[in-house]
């Protein structure tokens, strides 16, 4: 990867789920094959526990596995948002049932290099290329999910900090 603006230790993922370790472990899949990895990908989970199959990727990825009681996506969310990293400068949210496409990860920090650093937030594309998860694409892809700026905004997309 050149260097730029963002690398891939400016980059966190968070991850709500609940009650749904097979369809995690499809996006920790997809993590372990991308080009690059990321900070760390905090999984906040809301249901009986994932956390054995958090524990299968430990050794693979920069993964954290936090507990949310009682369950809420949005509150999950924040719990995540929370912990992330001082000093974060992307983040990126995305669904249990989400499967990043090989290369997503370095196209997302890719757009973010070529982006105004004013530029608060990108969307994505998630297509079903005739398999039963929903795929991130790579080409033309953004951050996927939902954003949330330093300043309280939300919607579709990743956040990164607001410029000085």
């Known amino acids: ?4 603006r ?3 230790e400016d980059l966190e993922f968070i991850i709500p789920t609940k009650d749904r370790p097979g369809k995690l472990g499809n996006l920790l ?3 372990v094959a991308q080009e690059i990895t990321c900070a760390r990908i ?7 526990s994932v956390a054995a199959t958090v524990d299968e990727y430990a050794d693979r990825l920069p993964v954290e596995h936090h507990v949310c009681h009682p369950p809420g996506q949005i509150r999950q969310r924040n719990m ?7 000093g974060t400068k992307l983040v ?6 989400i499967v990043p496409a090989d290369g997503a990860l370095a196209a997302m920090l890719a757009l973010g290099n070529e982006r105004e650093p004013e530029t608060a937030g990108a969307p994505s594309n998630a297509v079903n290329d005739g398999g039963a998860t929903p795929s991130v694409g790579a080409r033309g892809a953004g951050w996927g999910g939902h954003l949330r700026a330093a300043g309280g905004r939300t919607g579709a997309g990743c956040c990164r900090e607001p410029a000085p």
């Open 1 to 4: 990867m050149t260097a730029g």
């Open 6 to 8: 963002y690398q891939p």
């Open 29 to 31: 899949d997809s993590f």
């Open 42 to 48: 905090l999984i906040i989970d809301g249901g009986k």
């Open 80 to 86: 995540g948002l929370g912990m992330l990293a001082a």
């Open 92 to 97: 990126g949210f995305l669904d249990d049932d």
